[in-house]
C-alpha cells in the first residue's frame, strides 16, 4: 500500500518538515494527523526560509493535495495568516484541505495553558502556550468544538455560550483574572468561519477514496516520540500522541494501510521545554552544539538544549513507531564537533540497561554509557553521495545502523532541500 509516515524519534525538531517537503514529490497527498500549532516545520527552498505551523509541508509542490486531518487542533487565527502569506509568496491552497471534525483553539484554550503554565511554577512544562494542551483536554472532556460546528453558525453560539460560562467561572475564581467576552469571540471566530467554510471536508474520505485509487499519501508527524502523552517523557510531554500509529486515528485510515515509517533525528539530540534529558550537554558542548546547529525554536524562539544523540531512545523510538528507516539530519553540524560521543546504553544503579525507564526517577539516575568518535568535513560542494561522505561520518552512521537495527536511507547535511543525500 502506498504510504509513508515521517515522524520524528526525539523531542521534536529534528528536520521532519525537510524531508516532507523532499518525499511529497513523489507523493499525491500529504496529510498533518496530529498537533497543531505547537509545530514549527522549517523548509529552506534556495536559501530562503519558511516556517510551516499548521500547513502540511507539501503545500510548496503544485498539484499535490494538502490535507490537514481529524486529529489535529486548529487556530483559525494561525491557519488564515499562515494561508494568507504562503499565497502571498505565489504558494497556492487551492489544494489545502482541513477536516470537519478537527477541533478548534479557541481564545480561553491559549489563556488557560499561560494560567497552568504559571500556576506550575517551578514544575511547569514549559508549554509552546499555543493552547493544544487545554483544547485536547476540552477534546476528551467533551466540551470541544471542531470544525464542522464553527462552520455552523447557530451550533457554533450555542457551544461557544456553554463553554465560556463555564471557562469564565475557572478564569475569575480560580485563576482571578477578567472574564472573556463572548460577543467578541463570537464575532472574530465568526469572520474566520467564513474564510475557512471552502476549505472543510471530511478528509477521512478523500484519504480513503486516495487510497483505493492507489495513490500515494504521506503523512507528516508533528511533535516526536518523547513528546507523546503515551511514550514520552510524561508529563513533560505535548497533548496528542504524535506516533505513527495514530495515523489510523488522526488521519481516518484503517491500520492496513502503512507500508513505510521513516524516522528522523539530528545527529546529536535536543529539546525546548523542561522534563528529563540524560545526554544533555549543559556545558560549552552544549553551546557550540546550539550555535553550530542554529538551535533556537521555529515556534517560540527559545533556544534549544543541546546534547549528543542518544540510541537508547532512538531504539525505543524504533520499536514503538514501527520504523522501516532513518532519515538524519544535521550531518553537517555534529562533525564539525571533533570528538563526538553517541550515547549506546545507560547505566543505572550499577547495571547496564538498553531500555528506556518509564520512571522519571530512574531516568534522571541514568548515566549514559558513551562511544567516541572523531569529526568530519562535510564540504557541500563535494558530498553529492553516500560515497563522497568522509570515511569518519559513515562509521558514525554505521554504528547506529548497527545498534538501532535500521537502515540509515537519507543524510542531511545542510538546511536546503538540495543538501540531502540518499543513500540507497
Ligand atoms: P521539524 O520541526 O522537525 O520540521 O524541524 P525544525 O524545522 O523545527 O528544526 C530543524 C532545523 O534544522 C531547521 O532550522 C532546519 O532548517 C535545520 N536543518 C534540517 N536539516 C538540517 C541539516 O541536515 N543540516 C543543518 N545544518 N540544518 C538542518
Ligand atoms: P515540531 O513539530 C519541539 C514541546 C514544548 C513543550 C511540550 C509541550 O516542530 O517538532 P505544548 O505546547 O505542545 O503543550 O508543549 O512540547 N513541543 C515541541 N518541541 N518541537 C515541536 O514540534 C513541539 N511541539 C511541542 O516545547 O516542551
Ligand atoms: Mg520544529
Known sequence: MPVKVVVGTQWGDEGKGKYIDILAKDSDYIVRFS?????????????KKYALHLLPSGIFHEGKICLIGNGTVIDPKVLINEIKNI????????????SDRAHVIMPYHILMDELQEKFRGDNCIGTTKRGIGPAYVDKADRYGIRICDLIEEDVFVEKVKLNLQFKNEILTKVFNVSPLSLDEIISEYLSYAKYLKGFVRDTSEIVFKALKNNKNVLFEGAQAMFLDMDFGTYPYVTSSNPIGGNVCIGGGIGPIYVDQVFGVLKAYTSRVGEGPFPTEQNNS?????????????????RPRRCGWLDLVMIKFASRV?????????????LGKLGKIKLCIAYELDGKRI???PASLKKLSKCKPIYEDFDGW???????KTYEDL??????YLRRIEEIVGIKVKLVGIGKDREDTISVY
Open 35 to 47: 498537533g497543531g500549532n505547537n509545530a514549527g516545520h522549517t523548509i529552506v527552498l534556495k536559501d
Open 87 to 98: 499565497n502571498s509568496e505565489g504558494y497556492k491552497t487551492d489544494n489545502l484541505f482541513i
Open 285 to 301: 558542548t552544549g553551546d557550540m552544539i546550539r550555535d553550530l546547529g542554529s538551535e533556537y525554536g521555529t515556534t517560540t524562539g
Open 321 to 333: 513507531n514501527g520504523l522501516t528507516a532513518l532519515a538524519i539530519n544535521h550531518i553537517d553540524t
Open 354 to 356: 538498553e531500555e528506556f
Open 377 to 383: 568535513e562535510t564540504d557541500k560542494t563535494k558530498v
Open 390 to 395: 568522509d570515511e569518519n561520518a559513515k562509521k
